[in-house]
């Protein structure tokens, strides 16, 4: 009986079922209708404000006394405050104590969880897993929705390629493709199929868009790119949060085709609504439309409403603009009714789907936050998804280290950091929640083991007295684990570096304890890519953990004492140093391609292309063998995909999970094309000895692109199939695109 391996076909574009999008029944939007009738216009004004409690603002707050502005229904949205009480408390000053009594929306920046927190985002992209990336987000809705709030700014779906820029933390890395399955995954996990539940809360695409090239990776800094670039590599995981239903968009600070975005009629009506059919609302970033002034483009905040409103805008955050000046610029025919109407509807719509005029009272419900908050089931379920987002880097078999018999020095800034595991945008976590490395090692390590455990320095500065104390911790151990990268604020929102490398004296650190003749495990905590080159010279394992959340100690531990085998794979690419930036994947070919012997080619003098680590990269416990790629067929064709498979082998002595990648080039285009396009992905386990055949089908969906007279479609020619662990580790396969017509129009 020839031994069956396991056919696995993964479709090329992954297909997600089509979301069920939300929509009103025709008495709900009768409801919402009449009620807009009988709204003043300041009432109506109201709606389009959304001001912040004043109890944890993400930024400079304008206004101090929000309660006196519900009591007037002159705000129909409140951020930042949180927690069922509070909330009830604040939804009944709007329900019972103003004129109509319509209920408040309330929103909150829960990103990577509420209080149970799990990795960053940049980490939990890193685990490839869609199904763990979709439970994290339904854990941060359960916990949230019943802690009073309907409305999380989150998924933030930036695609960044400078890891100098710190807000690359909160997103899912470099690629679209990547970018795009992560963004319906999370869309999915927040809101669920019933935005009703309360255990969902609605999402927000952010921030709209191309906010990730800001340039020089600087925060808040201009963005300028060719429209083609925006629609490739920027615009598709918005785009696949709207196809999954995603019922908010939030604008950008940046300008974009020298437009600031909450002024762009371009993205927010031609693009968001005309070409795309988004029947969601758009809230603007915190003041980015006072900051039009500023960006240069308006005189006053009266003109900068104007442009806001006339763009797309729908919800004024915390700018009060269009509180101040709507009424007058209505008043001078600036702005129409139906503009405003229009921005009411949308909004008064989501609150009819969030069950709010039913029962405004809902989401605020002490008991049922009692039973949810940190809950055991969320806190396994963030160790698991903890587990899945950390990325061996290197390994020459130090890991995984045994429980007994073994003294280990742990030595580090963050070895025993409970903040700095929380990472950016930790919503209502609590620092004294979140597990240590140092804790989980006492309580997991066998009685026989000895744990030392020194600081040796700081994350910053150059205070160098604790390496004695490292030093000797070292010298008595069978091997040292350094828990060294960056403090959680060094990323996140305003938050950017012109250096990639180790902060501070830390690198010094790891060469001095390896001197001592100690074997060297580094654990990163860190919110971007760094440029480690010496790290990777020095250490004998190092093990990649962004911020890990509120289990990050035990996720760790379960790692490096070999409970879990290591599977993430990196969503963007570590560079060699800062110079290379902007370096990913996938770049074009230019008219003279690096080539090592000759000068005039695409090169640097004092370092190589290549990264340190490259996209989709990870290793873990065992190892993995794929055999020779094959194609159903020679061509392909509209109506004839082609099945592109490979056999892949698990040849250690431990069950792993392997992400099967398939990447794709248009090897000749109307406009040049990128030397490699992940076009899908698939994670198989495999026991040890196990094979499993992976089969890709490519369509002509997948290899469409915006030509040279901008017209999106394929064209006809040759394209080279790729299959391998990541990006750089390839076997190909050449396929023709024959076509009897051009797909020309
Ligand atoms: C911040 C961020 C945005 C966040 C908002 C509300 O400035 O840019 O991502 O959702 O304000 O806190």
Not at 100 to 125: A, M, N, Q, R
Not at 521 to 539: F, Q
Not at 540 to 553: H, K, P, S, V, Y
Request: net charge negative; hydrophobic share 40%.
């Amino acid at each position: 009986m020839r031994f069956l391996c396991t056919i696995i076909l993964v479709l090329g574009v992954w297909y997600t079922p089509q979301a069920q999008l939300p929509e009103l029944t025709d008495e709900q939007a009768k409801q919402i209708e009449e009620l807009l009738d009988d709204m003043t216009t300041e009432e109506k004004i109201g709606q389009l404000t959304l001001f912040t409690s004043d109890w944890d603002v993400t930024g400079p707050t304008l206004r101090g006394n929000y309660k006196e502005d519900i009591l007037a229904g002159k705000v129909g949205a409140i951020f930042n405050a949180h927690t069922a009480d509070y909330n009830r408390e604040l939804q009944r000053m709007s329900v019972e104590e103003t004129r109509l009594g319509i209920p408040l929306l309330f929103g909150y920046d829960v990103i990577h969880g509420y209080k149970t927190i799990f990795p960053i985002s940049l980490g939990e992209s890193a685990s490839w897993d869609l199904e763990a990336i979709e439970e994290s987000a339904q854990v941060a809705a359960a916990e949230a929705a019943a802690a009073g709030l309907h409305w999380t700014f989150a998924p933030m779906v930036d695609i960044s390629r400078d890891p100098r820029w710190g807000r690359i933390s909160e997103g899912a890395g470099e690629d679209p493709y990547l970018g795009s399955r992560i963004a319906e995954a999370r869309v999915r996990g927040f809101q669920g199929d019933d935005l009703a539940a309360t255990n969902t809360l609605i999402a927000c695409a952010k921030h709209f868009a191309a906010y990730g090239a800001a340039q020089a990776g600087r925060d808040y800094h201009t963005v300028d790119m060719s429209e083609r670039v925006l629609r490739h590599d920027f615009l598709p995981p918005f785009k696949a949060a709207l196809d999954a239903g995603v019922q908010s968009f939030m604008t950008a600070f940046n300008e974009l085709f020298g437009v600031p975005a909450s002024g762009s009629h371009y993205l927010l009506t031609e693009i968001l609504r005309d070409e795309w059919g988004f029947n969601g609302f758009v809230v603007t970033d915190y003041t980015s439309i006072n900051e039009m002034i500023p960006h240069g483009v308006v005189a006053d905040e009266k003109e900068a409403g104007e442009l806001a409103l006339t763009a797309g805008v729908d919800m004024d955050m915390q700018g009060a603009v269009f509180y101040n000046h709507l009424r007058q610029s209505l008043k001078e025919g600036k702005v129409t009714e139906a503009q405003i109407d229009q921005a009411v509807m949308r909004i008064l719509r989501v609150k009819m789907l969030l069950g709010l005029f039913d029962d405004p009272y809902r989401y605020s419900d002490v008991q049922r936050q009692e039973e949810t908050i940190l809950a055991e089931a969320h806190l396994e379920k963030a160790r698991e998804v903890a587990r899945k987002s950390m990325v061996l880097l290197k390994n020459n078999g130090v890991l995984p280290l045994s429980k007994s018999g073994q003294k280990i020095a742990l030595i580090g800034p963050l070895a025993d950091s409970q903040a700095d595991l929380l990472g950016s945008w930790h919503a209502a976590g609590s620092a004294e929640d979140a597990i240590t490395l140092k804790t989980a090692l006492e309580d997991m390590l066998a009685p026989s083991s000895t744990l030392l455990h020194a600081r040796g320095c700081e994350v910053e500065g150059e205070d160098r007295s604790g390496f004695p104390e490292a030093l000797a911790a070292a010298r008595q151990a069978d091997v040292a684990v350094l828990a060294v990268g960056e403090n959680w604020w060094m990323s996140g929102e305003a938050a950017s570096r012109s250096e990639l490398d180790l902060p501070g004296v830390q690198l010094e650190l790891i060469k001095a304890i390896k001197e001592t003749g100690t074997p060297v495990v580094v654990v990163l905590m860190n919110g971007r890519p760094l440029a480690i080159p010496e790290v990777d010279e020095t250490a004998d394992a190092i093990l990649e953990t962004w911020f890990a959340g509120t289990m990050g100690g035990p996720a760790i531990a379960d790692i490096i004492l070999g409970d879990a085998n290591p599977s993430g794979r990196l969503p963007v690419t570590f560079p060699r140093n800062v110079g290379q930036v902007p370096l990913y994947y996938s770049m074009k070919n230019t008219g003279r391609p690096m080539e090592p012997n000759n000068k005039y080619t695409t090169k640097y003098l004092d370092v190589p292309n290549t990264p340190l680590y490259p996209f989709g990269y990870g290793l873990g416990y065992t190892t993995f063998e794929y055999g020779e790629p094959s194609a159903s067929a020679e061509t392909f064709s509209e109506k004839n995909p082609v099945e592109f498979s490979v056999k892949v082998r698990n040849t250690g002595d431990r069950a792993g999970r392997e992400t099967v990648q398939f990447y794709v080039r248009d090897l000749v285009g109307s406009v040049t094309r990128p030397v490699l396009q992940l076009k899908g992905f698939r994670q198989i386990d495999l026991e040890p000895g196990e094979t499993k055949t992976v089969t890709f089908t490519l369509t002509t969906d997948d290899v469409a692109f915006y030509r040279r007279d901008m017209s999106y479609g394929w064209e006809p020619g040759d394209f080279e199939l790729f299959v391998g662990p990541n990006a750089q580790d390839l076997q190909s396969v050449r396929v023709e695109l024959t076509s009897n017509k051009k797909s020309n129009p």
